[in-house]
């Protein structure tokens, strides 16, 4: 049997993700021997040092410069045909994700994604953004999973360092054409919405783009980062950038302030590492007002501007 992991580097170094990945392949059972492959635009960019893996292969092609999902997934799909893998395993990123759901659909196969155990066919997989935990067997000829980051402990190896070999992949038009060709930091504000100790967000409720003036002006206050749920990425009123949740930013503040968000599960799975929640809400029955530590039920267009004005006055006096 053999297994091959999908390796996402950084400058050269293997990301803990993908060390993760690796680990997770090397302890599939049956003496599997583990190949690794990784993308570069140069074959100086090769892994250097122990990995958990018999041998590395480096995809060289000048398309991997950037992030190219498909060209990725069909560098992977060639050496997994050549190697003969019945298991292909990446790390469970966002970008890991990407490129191994392009290999399912590339070879046509399922892909168990966020896996945190697998024997055999079997595995254990996160679902509904981490409240539950799935137990499936894949019935396919070639096992697709990606491992859910920190569900296992990334080992370095033992023994020598795996050999290393470069190839060029074939790549179809189709793939060189999805790549990304520029990058806009998002405009922020200085505070970063993963790291932030305070964060304001807004729902639907906000009603509009202009509805979140006063949301702005209150995290201004607070220092704090400004959040949105869903609702509020999809009207188009806030970036993607700001949304948390299951699809958005897990976030883990001091304090999450939420005006006009009902608490979906897919919001909450974002928010439940915040130590404390004050819900702002018009409706004392919305399902957020079960996570909240604190709430205050009433039009966040007056309540959010009263604690501001509050604040204000509280630091002049
Ligand atoms: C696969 C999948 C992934 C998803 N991922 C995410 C995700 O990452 N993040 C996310 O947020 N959602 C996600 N969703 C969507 C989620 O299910 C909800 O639809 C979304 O969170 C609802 O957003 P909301 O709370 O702003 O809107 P609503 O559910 O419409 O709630 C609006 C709230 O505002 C209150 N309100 C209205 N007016 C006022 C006012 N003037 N003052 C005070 N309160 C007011 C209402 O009482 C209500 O509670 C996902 C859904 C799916 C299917």
């Known amino acids: 049997m053999t297994a091959l992991v999908y390796l996402e580097q950084t400058d050269g170094a293997v990301d803990e993700p993908s060390l993760q990945a690796a680990t997770m392949a090397s302890s599939l059972g049956g003496g599997a021997e583990v190949h690794a492959i990784v ?3 140069t074959a100086a960019l090769a892994p250097a040092g122990q990995l958990p893996v018999d041998a590395v292969q480096v995809a060289v ?3 991997f410069g950037s992030y190219a999902p498909l060209a990725v997934a069909e560098a992977v799909v060639e050496l997994a045909g050549r190697l003969g893998a019945t298991c292909v395993v990446g790390p469970g990123t966002e970008r890991g994700n990407e490129v191994l759901a392009h290999v399912a659909a590339l070879l046509d196969l399922p892909l168990a994604a966020n896996c945190v155990a697998v024997a055999d066919a079997r ?3 996160v679902r509904w953004g981490g409240s539950l935990l799935e137990e499936a ?6 096992l697709l999973l990606t491992v859910q980051p920190h569900a296992v402990a990334a080992e370095p190896g033992a023994g020598d360092p795996p050999s290393v070999e470069t190839f060029t992949p074939t790549l179809s038009e189709a793939a060189l054409a999805l790549r990304v060709v520029e990058r806009v ?3 922020t504000g200085g505070v970063s919405l993963a790291d932030a100790r305070v964060v304001v967000s807004g729902g ?3 009603g509009s783009e202009e509805g979140f003036a006063p949301i702005e002006e209150l995290a201004e206050l607070l220092e704090a980062a400004v959040g949105c749920s869903r609702a ?4 188009g009123w806030r970036p993607h950038t700001d949304q948390v949740g299951q699809t958005g930013t897990k976030i883990a503040p001091e304090i999450y302030i939420a005006c006009g968000i009902s608490g979906a599960t897919q919001h909450m799975a974002g ?4 130590k404390r929640i004050l819900a702002i809400n018009a409706d004392r029955e919305a399902p957020i007002l079960q996570s909240a530590d604190y709430a205050v039920i009433g039009d966040l267009h007056e309540v959010v501007p009263a604690i501001s004005a509050a604040i204000r006055a509280a630091r002049s006096g």
């Open 39 to 41: 993308a570069a635009d």
């Open 61 to 63: 092609h000048e398309a």
């Open 123 to 125: 595995v254990t997989r």
């Open 137 to 142: 067997r894949v019935d396919a000829p070639t």
């Open 185 to 187: 930091a998002a405009a």
């Open 204 to 206: 639907r409720g906000a």
């Open 232 to 235: 509020v990425t999809m009207a």
């Open 271 to 274: 928010c439940k590492g915040a």
